[in-house]
């Protein structure tokens, strides 16, 4: 007996419909839609781009990875007249031996040196490609 319902539930829905048809919108009617809303001029966005960073910035900072990069090579005693380069005294004087026990091989140095070159370089790209996007 609910088979017999509901079929004849749905009959009598689709004989409804048929019998009421479907409306349509006119052919006009987003446009008259639109007509009606409240015209409004775009305006130029409120919020203008400005970096976190200014070029300024970027160049302080990659001059001064430059120095204590340039630095580091000094960071050993001078052999000829054993006196201690200016880098060694800047970390005696922190004097922080997190590290002291840890000692990195060339490769990784110089796989860790390229990478941070080569994310810079990625960074600049990417940076003038948003800039083109916008």
């Not at 319902?5 to 689709?14: G, Q």
């Not at 990784?108 to 370089?121: D, E």
Request: net charge negative; proline share 3%; hydrophobic share 40%.
């Amino acid at each position: 007996m609910g088979k017999d319902k509901k079929t004849s539930l749905e009959d009598w829905i689709e004989e409804g419909i048929k019998e009421v048809g479907l409306e349509s919108p006119s052919d006009d009617f987003t446009h008259q839609i639109l007509s009606k809303l409240p015209k409004k001029e775009i305006q130029s966005p409120q919020i203008v781009y400005r970096p976190l960073i200014t070029k300024r910035g970027w160049a302080l900072v990659v001059c001064s990875v430059i120095v204590v990069f340039a630095l580091s090579f000094y960071s050993g005693r001078d052999r000829v007249n054993e006196e201690e380069t200016i880098l060694n005294k800047v970390f005696d004087s922190i004097s922080i031996d997190f590290f002291s026990g840890i000692h990195f091989s060339d490769t990784v140095v110089i796989g860790s040196v390229l990478l941070a070159i080569f994310s810079c370089i990625q960074i600049m790209t990417l940076k003038r490609f948003m800039e083109r996007q916008l």
